[in-house]
Nanobody, 123 residues
């Protein structure tokens, strides 16, 4: 796997959680980075994205003010920092990276994906 995720699990409503995504063969400083979420019956949703090489960024309205993309390029790792989670945030989360992405980074096509990790928000 080019992108290896860790983290996830069960969290209570209103709580916080961080996911990590380590790149094994990609140099993330040259890529657009993003986190997506898949929930049953819905299309995969882009949540947060950003790139250092062209300054692009984006945050979905559903997570604005609560979720943050936090890259650590020295570790070739990106994090998803999740605050004030709600049951609607339950789903499978994927990190993604794309070289030379020039369209909206929340809806663009990504070639490199993590394996996915389950996040469940419940009391």
């Amino acid at each position: 796997l080019e992108l290896v995720q860790s983290g996830g699990g069960l969290v209570q409503p209103g709580g916080s959680l961080s996911l990590s995504c380590v790149a094994s063969t990609l140099d993330l400083q040259y890529y657009t980075l993003a986190w997506f979420r898949q929930t049953p019956g819905k299309a995969r949703e882009g949540l947060v994205c950003g790139s250092q090489w062209n300054g692009a960024s984006g945050t979905a309205d559903s997570v604005k003010g609560r979720f943050t993309l936090a890259p650590d390029l020295a570790k070739n790792t990106m994090y998803l920092v999740m605050d004030k989670v709600t049951p609607e945030d339950t789903g499978i989360y994927y990190c993604a990276a794309q070289f030379n992405l020039k369209v909206d980074c929340l809806t663009g096509t990504y070639d490199h994906w993590g394996q996915g990790t389950q996040v469940s928000v419940s009391s």
